[in-house]
């Protein structure tokens, strides 16, 4: 097979260029071309404007620039500040109120919640924290109140037979509660 040289012709199917004209011809038509919008400039442009448009009122007070022109007051009147008065002392509360105030805690509540699930918490969180379980514990100690959670005294290691007596009250004490149902 003979090797055919290619060519940059690209022959029937290759774009076509448009005629060439003549420059009195181009020249014509952009002369036919209308412009439209203003001139660059004409905005900061007034005084050229008003002469040429000198029966339009709008265009001598229209401003270009937006926005208000009202000057802004950089003080504080004097009678606002006097206004704000203080807020009303609260009565004291007692000392069960506040410790019913403090477990009452929204925020002690979930961070108790988070801990028990064995979750981290930040710094500031646990220093919040310890804070609010220390006045709880003061509170406490104060009122006489005592937790549930402290060790009782262990009691004295039981024989066999006060053992087994203890278990067999227990199921009379069982079957007196099913008699009353």
Known sequence: MSRSKKTRKGGENSPKLQPRTKKQDRTSVMAKRKESGNKSGSRHNESLIQQQAPQSDLAKKKDPRHGSKKAVVLELPV?????????????????????????????????????????????????????????????????????????QAKPKSLSDDDLLEKFESGADLLKDYQDKD
Request: charged fraction near 40%.
């Open 79 to 151: 009678n606002k500040v006097e206004a704000a008065k203080p807020k009303a002392k609260q009565p004291k509360l007692s000392d069960e109120q506040k410790l019913l105030q403090l477990e009452d805690d929204p925020r002690l509540n979930g961070l108790l919640d988070m801990l028990e699930e064995g979750r981290d918490l930040k710094d500031s969180d646990q220093k919040w924290l310890d804070q609010q379980l220390n006045k709880i514990e003061a509170l406490m100690h104060k009122l006489g109140i005592t937790d549930g959670d402290e060790p």
